[in-house]
Structures are given as C-alpha cells and as structure tokens.
C-alpha cells in the first residue's frame, strides 16, 4: 500500500482529499513534519487555504520538498498547491517552490473570478493522470489565477474561462491540477486513483 | 465552457434536517449527510446546509453532521447559518466543508469578511445577502433570519462585500422565498451586474422554468432551491435537462 502525504499548510478542508486518496487505496498522513515527508512515497500539496500563508509554513520545508521531487518521488499539487511549484506568483508578487518554470497569473478582469464551478477539461496529450479522463469531462474550479508553464510540453490538460488555460500540467514525477479531484465526482477520483497508481509504478 | 450549477439547499436544526420555508412551519425529514449523499447521487452541482436554529447546540451537532457528510459527498459542500466568527469558520471547514456562507455576522462586524478571506481564502468565503424590496429597483438587507432590517441597500452591500474580499454571493429573495411564483428576476440580475463575483440565486423556484429564467435573464451563476427538490416536484435531472434543451450550460 502506498503511503501519500498530504502536506499541511494551510486551514481547510483536507478531509476530502484524505478520504478520496484513501478510497482508492493510498495509506494518508497530513503532516508538516520533514521526516514524515521523507518517509512517504508521494507528496500532496492541497488546494486549501492561501498562498501566503502557505509560503510562510512551507519555508522551513523547501528542503524537504526539494529532496522529494529530485529523488523523482511523485508529488501532486491541487489548485493552489499546483500554483505553489511554480516560480512567481502574481499573487502578492510572491515566490514559489520553483519546482516547475514559469509564473502564475490572475484571470483577467471583467471575467466573474473566482472561476467558480463545473468547466471541462481538453485533453492535449496523453500521460498517466489522465488515463481514462477523457476531454469533455467536467470538474470543479474554485480559483482566481492560474499557471503559466515556460515548457508548454508540461501541459497535459486545459481549459477555458476567458483565456484557455492549463488545468492540468506535468513535468517528470511531478503532476498538478488546477481543479479540486476531491470535489469533482468520477473523473475527480479517477484523476486520484491515477496519482496513486503512478506512485504504486513509480 | 463554466456550466450553470444547480445547488440543493437542505435546512438543518439541531442536526437534522427540516422541510418548510425557510423563514416559516417546519417539520422533519430526515439525515442531512443521507439526503445530501442521494441529491450528489442526483447530479447537484454542490450542496448547500443552512443551520436555521444557529444556536450553540445546534452547531455543534453541525460540526458532526458536516463531517459526516463531507466524508460521502463527491460535489463541494457549503455551510451557513449562525457563523460569527474566524474559530467558527476555522471549525466548519476542518470538519469538511469547502465553503462558508456569512450573514448576520457580515453586516454586523464586516472585518470579520476580509480577515476571513485573508486567512483562508476568498474562494471559500461566501457572504450570504437576503434583500427585500423597498422601492422601484430598490432592496434593502436584512439579517437575523429575515427579521431585522439593517437600512443598507442591498446593490451598495454587495460591491462592498466584494472589496472586502467574498468569494461568492448567495443572495435570497425574502419577497420570493418560499412562494415558489419564481425568483426575484430583478434583484438578481441588478446584483449580478453590480459585482464581478459568481451569483448564487436563491428564494421563489417552482418549476424548472423558475431557473431558467433566473441562469438567463437574472443573470445568476447558480441556482439554489429546497422545496422543489425534497418534496419531490423535480429531480435535479429533471431541472438540468430542461436546462439543457433550452441551451443553458450545465453538466449531465
């Protein structure tokens, strides 16, 4: 059984993140502690709370989240947490983890933000966290910015509000989502069940 | 495309949950996380629980029912009802919810919105506004269960609650609510232009033509509605494909 760690930085919801892993077979800590990310076999990093506040509790984990991702350890980041592996962030002019290249914008004015609700995806490539979610699948987005990949190859995934935008990117053992899998019924638990049997082949 | 969504909302007291309008009779019927788990079974686009008593009690029995639901719901959840403070909000979502919808507590303390939008994010903050008509396109705000006027007009206090950082309005027609002759068209439409927020629509549906009209010419993101659904008029499917065949987004 694999063992995902879901990194705690932030307050809200992660009961549903946890109960969605673990329904598709991964054992799930939440945790904060280096050694326990250390110890698991792949990393979660959550859609909740904020951005700066999650740099500020992350700060004195960046080793360990670093040592993850160059050990090639699989690591999903939700919503905000894929925002948070980026470079920049527009977001308060902030810095990210710098585990992918590129920035992270807002949606443009004069569009109803936060993007809020059901919108579907469009598959551009096939790879393993889309495995039997089709284009067309419809998921659920609560944000007000997105990411901006330098390496356009790392997008798996998009979808449009305004601008037609990554929803789904990939780089090496590294996935992210910018919708929330835990709330986006069957293809949202597809996409976890993916992740987990990523980190079971990993 | 953004589809239109279609949220259920289920009235709680003391943990259970209670048909009637919202602001009238009541009588019971039933376990929220049962009936929230078989409206996600239906195809609602979120849940909505609306905690009508908000006394101490009463929440702490909707901590446990929140975390009960959350842990079979495959739509997001959102929690209202009684939230006065950031311990509250804090509380609602640790237990399982993804969002929270403010009132009372909004108008009367409104820091209490920006510092919860700052803490946990703004997606997650929603500010609850129930409006009644005063004047030619003119609505007031009212709090305390639709009992106690507050003199602020209710296009003013949404532009507000936006600046303070809202994530989301969920805006309830008392002239409307539990009528079912249809939403108020032009309470809605004049808030949803007023803002640059997504619109929860709420108060008077009847009929799925009732959410039609509000999505289209109200100008409404969501649709929220109670009695159509639990005494069983429509299904969520019936709405959505009615929705559907009139070109209204949604998701099947």
């Known amino acids: 059984m694999v063992k995902v760690a879901i990194l705690n930085y932030g307050v809200g919801n992660l009961h549903s993140i946890r109960q969605g892993l673990e329904r598709v077979g991964a054992r799930v800590v939440i945790t904060d502690e280096p050694e326990e990310i250390e110890r698991a076999d792949a990393l979660v990093l959550p859609g909740v709370g904020t951005l700066r506040g999650a740099i500020e509790r992350l700060s004195d984990k960046r080793g360990a989240i670093w040592k993850a991702a160059f050990e090639d350890k699989p690591l999903l980041g939700i919503c905000l947490g894929l925002q948070l592996l980026f470079d920049r962030s527009e977001e308060g002019n902030s810095k990210g983890l710098g585990l992918m290249r590129g920035e992270v914008v807002r949606l443009p004015r004069g569009l109803k933000v936060p993007h809020m609700g059901w919108n579907y995806l469009r598959v551009k490539r096939s790879h393993p966290i889309v495995r039997d979610v089709p284009s067309g699948s419809y998921v659920y987005f609560m944000h007000s910015y997105y990411v901006h990949p330098e390496d356009r190859d790392a997008v798996v995934a998009t979808t449009s509000y305004g601008p037609e935008f990554p929803s789904v990117v990939a780089s090496g053992s590294i996935v992210g989502v910018q919708f929330h899998p835990e709330r986006s019924g069957e293809p949202g638990m597809r996409t976890l069940r993916n992740f987990v049997e990523m980190v079971g082949s990993a | ?252």
């Open chain 2, 1 to 252: 495309m953004l589809t239109k969504r279609i949220i259920p909302c289920l009235d709680v007291l003391n943990g259970r949950v209670v048909k009637g309008t919202r602001f009238k009779q009541l009588q019971e019927a039933g376990d929220p996380a049962e009936l929230a788990k078989r409206y996600d079974e239906q195809g609602a686009d979120e849940v909505v629980f609306l905690d009508i008593g908000a006394s101490p009690e009463g929440r702490e029995a909707m901590y446990g029912v929140v975390e009960r639901t959350a842990k079979q719901l495959s739509v997001p959840l959102t929690v209202g009802g009684g939230i006065r403070s950031l311990q509250h909000i804090e509380r609602m979502l640790r237990s399982g919810a993804d969002k929270v919808a403010i009132n009372t507590a909004a108008v009367e303390e409104p820091e209490l919105v920006r510092a919860a939008a700052q803490r946990f994010g703004n997606q997650c903050i929603v500010v609850a506004i129930d409006a009644k008509l005063v004047g030619p396109k003119k609505w007031e705000v009212y709090i305390y269960g639709a009992r106690r006027p507050t003199g602020l007009d209710a296009l003013q206090w949404a532009r507000r609650v936006e600046e303070l950082g809202a994530g989301e309005i969920l805006l309830t027609s008392i002239d409307a609510d539990g009528t079912r002759a249809g939403y108020d068209l032009e309470l809605t439409r004049a808030v949803a232009e007023a803002v640059d927020l997504p619109v929860i629509a709420s108060g008077g549906a009847g009929n799925p033509q009732h959410i039609y009209e509000v999505l289209t010419e109200g100008k409404a993101d969501a649709a929220l509605a109670a009695g159509i659904f639990h005494f069983g008029l429509y299904t969520i499917q019936d709405v959505k494909r009615y929705l559907h065949e009139r070109g209204v987004p949604v998701r099947l």
